[in-house]
């Protein structure tokens, strides 16, 4: 059985930081693309950034360039999102998903398209 858990999320000032994780299981980690997704209340859910996606391996949305990085613990099955000056209008739930890599690569690295979610964790980032 897939499992994709997130932890990390919270509340937090205007320029500060947080580091997202998500702790997958269930499939061969090295074979899937791990994206990271956000939903605002009362707005459709949007691509964040993405690993093992693309041609370069990462992804980035360009609201999140220069501030949000992706890693991967490959040996742990976790897939982190470090997120710096954050921003209020980074607020949201944060979801990370999964699908077999090739899919992903031919679909596009950061459509809502993934096969696996996970529940969720929440930021909040006050002004």
């Known amino acids: 059985e897939v499992q994709l858990v997130e932890s990390g999320g919270g509340l937090v000032q205007a320029g500060g930081s947080l580091r997202l994780s998500c702790a997958a299981s269930?499939?061969?980690?090295?074979?899937?693309?791990i994206g990271w997704f956000r939903q605002a209340p009362g707005e459709e859910r949007e691509g964040v950034s993405c690993?093992?996606?693309?041609?370069?391996?990462?992804y980035y949305a360009d609201s999140v360039k220069g501030r949000f990085t992706i890693s991967s613990d490959n040996a742990k099955n976790t897939v982190y999102l470090q997120m710096n000056s954050l921003k209020p209008e980074d607020t949201a739930v944060y979801y990370c998903a999964a699908d077999f890599a090739p899919t992903i690569k031919t679909l596009g690295p950061l459509l809502v398209l993934y096969e696996y979610w996970g529940q969720g964790t929440q930021v909040t980032v006050s002004s």
């Open positions: 269930g499939f061969t980690f090295d074979d899937y693309a």
């Open positions: 690993i093992n996606c693309a041609d370069n391996s990462t």
